[in-house]
């Protein structure tokens, strides 16, 4: 975030390569949030429900889906 959203956003996207974050609910959830601050917002929620189906924490899982609706709406 030092260097903004669109500087993160470059850096998770290299980071979706590697195999020991496949299937790791935050890196989408970090997506999402970058490209909501890029104004991106269909494509923050999309990151987020991605985020939501990957968790196992109910609790986490909720606010991922609260994210989305609220990127949605």
Do not use: K, N, Q, W
């Not at 500087?7 to 496949?22: C, K, M, N, P």
């Not at 917002?41 to 991605?50: H, I, L, N, P, V």
């Amino acid at each position: 975030m030092a260097y903004g959203p669109e500087r993160g956003l470059e850096i998770a996207d290299a980071l979706r390569g590697e195999r020991a974050l496949r299937g790791y609910a935050h890196l989408p959830a970090v997506r999402g949030d970058l490209l909501a601050g890029l104004g991106r917002a269909g494509e923050a929620a999309a990151e987020f429900r991605c985020a939501a189906e990957l968790t196992g924490d109910e609790r986490e899982r909720g606010l991922f889906l609260e994210h989305a609706a609220a990127l949605s709406a």
